[in-house]
């Protein structure tokens, strides 16, 4: 199985900067054939069910805004939040689609300095 | 708009069995893959078991293999999850979620849209 590690396990950013998240997984999710990234990342906020935020490693989900980035390849993965906004405030979980099982990281939870 | 509601969930004493269920609207629910994500509490996201669009193929976490049946009902647009033998460390909230269309060139495997879930406490 791939096992996916995020770093940290929680940040504390101001209002208006930049906030970065890591995701490392077990193995490569880069598909050679296709040269695609399978790798997804979402976002919950406190009492809330996960929402999909980005796939194919960069791809934004319709209506996330452009301030969510994702970049990487291979094995290592960030998510950026270029200006941090107030209602950023949650847990994000990356997750690979490689092959099954398909698993999440444990979480980065991002708060508000 | 796409909507997934979850039902079922409950207090259970350890060793009995429960059946969670996910009512679904806004989309073909027979065109796509559905799932069973849990999350306990304090901790992460687990996803549990999936089922293809014609219920031709199922998929498990090895956590619940042989404990936990997923099946639906595409006439009625629900997804269900029969737990037998709970445990307490199956005590989480369950959230249904829609997965990926099922056809022959899918590899886009996420989770795009999810219920508010269903908590299920295993305890005596």
């Known amino acids: 199985d791939i096992v996916m590690t995020q770093s940290p396990d929680s940040l504390a950013v101001s209002l208006g900067e930049k906030a970065t998240i890591n995701c490392k997984s077990s193995?490569?999710?880069?598909?050679?054939?296709?040269?695609?990234?399978?790798l997804a990342w979402y976002q919950q906020k406190p009492r809330q069910p996960p929402k999909l935020l980005i796939y194919?490693?960069?791809t934004r989900e319709s209506g996330v805004p452009d301030r969510f980035s994702g970049s990487g390849s291979g094995t290592d993965f960030t998510l950026t939040i270029s200006s941090l906004q107030a209602e950023d405030v949650a847990v994000y979980y990356c997750q690979h689609y490689y092959s099954p099982p398909y698993t999440f990281g444990q979480g980065t939870k991002l708060e508000i300095k | 708009q796409v909507q997934l509601v979850e039902s079922g969930g409950g207090l259970v004493k350890p060793g009995g069995s429960l059946r969670l269920s996910c009512a679904a609207s806004g989309f073909t629910f027979s065109d796509y893959y559905v799932s069973w994500i849990r999350q306990a509490p304090g901790e992460g996201l687990e996803l549990l078991s999936y089922?293809?669009?014609?219920?031709?193929?199922?998929k498990y976490a090895d956590s619940v293999k042989g404990r936990f049946t997923i099946s639906r009902d595409n006439a009625k647009n629900s997804l269900f999850l029969q737990m037998h033998s709970l445990r307490a460390e199956d005590t989480a909230v369950y959230y249904c979620a829609r997965g990926w269309r099922d056809y022959s060139g899918s590899n886009l495997r996420v989770f795009d849209y999810w219920g508010q879930g269903t908590l299920v406490t295993v305890s005596s």
């Open positions: 194919w490693a960069s």
């Open positions: 089922i293809s669009s014609r219920s031709t193929y199922t």
């Open positions: 193995q490569s999710v880069l598909y050679s054939s296709n040269n695609n990234n399978y």
